[in-house]
Nanobody, 117 residues
Framework: QVQLVESGGGLVQVGDSLRLSCAAS????????VGWFRQAPGKEREFVAS???????TYYADVKGRFIISRDNAKITVYLQMNSLKPEDTAVYYC???????????WGQGTQVTVSS
């Protein structure tokens, strides 16, 4: 089993930066990629960014150029560097592991990001 724990959320101002962390433990050899998702109040959860085993990354169009996903293999941690934050980035951010069948699972508990104008 894989466990993912997010951290790093908080309350920031428009234009500020924040770095989220997703620490993995357990059977990490079964992880084929890690993704960040977010869910704003009253909205469905949406994809933000992902990074796969090769280091290749994918971004949601609205965050491309502002957010950067990276990983530290030694710490088994994936980061989401969020720059130039906007009020519409306010949401609970979750990380998840991509399985061999390309489905997402092992969701973390989420971390709240609030961008105040």
């Amino acid at each position: 089993q894989v466990q993912l724990v997010e951290s790093g959320g908080g309350l920031v101002q428009v234009g500020d930066s924040l770095r989220l962390s997703c620490a993995a433990s357990g059977r990490t050899s079964s992880i084929y990629g890690v993704g960040w998702f977010r869910q704003a109040p009253g909205k469905e959860r949406e994809f933000v960014a992902s990074i796969d085993r090769s280091g290749s990354s994918t971004y949601y169009a609205d965050v491309k150029g502002r957010f950067i996903i990276s990983r530290d293999n030694a710490k088994i941690t994936v980061y989401l560097q969020m720059n130039s934050l906007k009020p519409e980035d306010t949401a609970v951010y979750y990380c998840a592991a991509r399985r061999i069948d390309s489905t997402w699972g092992n969701w973390g508990q989420g971390t709240q990001v609030t961008v105040s104008s």
